[in-house]
T-cell receptor, first 115, second 112 residues
Framework: NAGVTQTPKFQVLKTGQSMTLQCAQD?????MSWYRQDPGMGLRLIHY???????DQGEVPNGYNVSRSTTEDFPLRLLSAAPSQTSVYFC??????????????FGDGTRLSIL | QKEVEQDPGPLSVPEGAIVSLNCTYS??????FMWYRQYSRKGPELLMY????GNKEDGRFTAQVDKSSKYISLFIRDSQPSDSATYLC????????????FGTGTRLKVLA
């Protein structure tokens, strides 16, 4: 049981480049989410999904796109990378639990630097 | 004002001490409270969660929620050097929004 797997672990991009951060979970969780973690800011929600085909914006969605075609995968796309998107990105997942928010399981993050 | 406030520390204590970590919040709709531990260069790991006011104990860890004061605490008894990490509180409404708000984290160092 791998839990939540994020790839790559590290990435350096140039301004304007695009890339996709991958997230996969093997726990059959309905809920998946993406956060960014910056010093002094804590974890901030970018986008989330409550099931295949359903996504919604979080607190800081600008510059990021997501899609959810399967229960297992929830990729995060940076369309045109900017230095302000330098951060550590975490993917998390949980059951939905009949309307009750459930504890989230996190991956180990992707460290992204935009030059 | 942030919805969730958490002292960033760092907090240094000797091995065996009782550690108290705290968060305050402003949104009275929060009903679900979590504590995560995060080691350096790792993802957050869930320690405890609760839906209600009062205390919840799990081994050396006790989570306390005071909804009237909008204040939550995590106590660590008999602290160990392996407890050295950043501790994050997180909160959400019970249902409907699916949005979790995290504190900025408190960095704890337990000295051997």
């Amino acid at each position: 049981n791998a839990g939540v797997t994020q790839t790559p672990k590290f990435q350096v991009l140039k301004t304007g480049q695009s890339m996709t951060l991958q997230c996969a979970q093997d726990m059959n969780h309905e809920y998946m989410s993406w956060y960014r973690q910056d010093p002094g800011m804590g974890l901030r929600l970018i986008h989330y999904s409550v099931g295949a085909g359903i996504t919604d914006q979080g607190e800081v969605p600008n510059g990021y796109n997501v899609s959810r075609s399967t229960t297992e995968d929830f990729p995060l796309r940076l369309l045109s990378a900017a230095p302000s998107q330098t951060s550590v990105y975490f993917c998390a997942s949980s059951y939905l639990g009949q309307g009750l928010n459930q504890p989230q399981h996190f991956g180990d993050g992707t460290r992204l630097s935009i030059l | 004002q942030k919805e969730v406030e958490q002292d960033p520390g760092p907090l240094s204590v000797p091995e065996g001490a009782i550690v108290s970590l705290n968060c305050t919040y402003s949104n009275s709709a929060f009903q679900y409270f979590m504590w995560y531990r995060q080691y350096s260069r790792k993802g957050p790991e869930l320690l405890m969660y609760t839906y209600s006011s009062g205390n919840k104990e799990d081994g050396r860890f006790t989570a306390q929620v005071d909804k009237s004061s909008k204040y939550i605490s995590l106590f660590i008894r008999d602290s160990q050097p392996s407890d050295s990490a950043t501790y994050l509180c997180a909160m959400s409404e019970i249902s409907g929004t699916y949005k979790y708000i995290f504190g900025t984290g408190t960095r704890l160092k337990v000295l051997a």
